[in-house]
C-alpha cells in the first residue's frame, strides 16, 4: 500500500501544515524539514481488524518513505492513548470484543496523527 502515492496523484498540491482527507493528517516533520507525514487508522470489517499507515513525503527532494506507525487506542477512563501495535509503514491488529473504542496512526517523530477514527473494535 502506498499511501502517499495515492494521496499525491489525487492531489493537486500539499500544504504541508494543513490536514488531508479523511483519516490522514499531513503534519511538518521536526526531525526533516519541510517534510509532512500522511497517516491513517482504518477499520476492515472483512477481517475484523485495525490497521495503521504511514508515510513521509519531501517535497524538496521528491522522495517518499516509510515512516514508523503507532496504531493507538484511545482510554475514555484515563484520557490516555495507548499503543496496540507499532512498525514501519503498515501495521494490524486484530480486534478482541465489539466495543466503540476511537483509533489513531501516530509518529513520534513527526510528531503527527491521523484523525481518530471510531470502530467496533476493542
Not at 508515510?55 to 527532494?61: G, L, R, S
Request: net charge neutral; glycine share 8%; aromatic share 8%.
Amino acid at each position: 500500500m502506498n499511501l502517499t502515492r495515492r494521496l499525491l496523484a489525487t492531489t493537486a498540491a500539499i500544504t504541508l501544515a494543513t490536514a488531508g482527507a479523511a483519516g490522514l493528517a499531513a503534519s511538518p516533520a521536526h526531525a526533516t524539514s519541510n517534510c509532512a507525514y500522511f497517516l491513517s487508522a482504518t477499520y476492515d470489517a472483512t477481517t475484523n481488524s485495525m490497521s495503521g499507515d504511514g508515510e513521509m513525503y519531501c517535497p524538496n527532494t521528491g522522495e517518499v518513505t516509510a515512516a514508523y506507525v503507532y496504531l493507538q487506542k484511545y482510554n475514555p477512563a484515563t484520557g490516555v492513548w495507548t499503543t496496540v501495535v507499532q512498525g514501519p509503514e503498515h501495521v494490524e491488529h486484530a480486534c478482541v470484543g465489539t466495543a466503540t473504542t476511537a483509533w489513531r496512526a501516530y509518529n513520534k517523530n513527526g510528531n503527527a496523527a491521523s484523525r481518530t477514527t471510531t470502530a467496533n473494535c476493542g
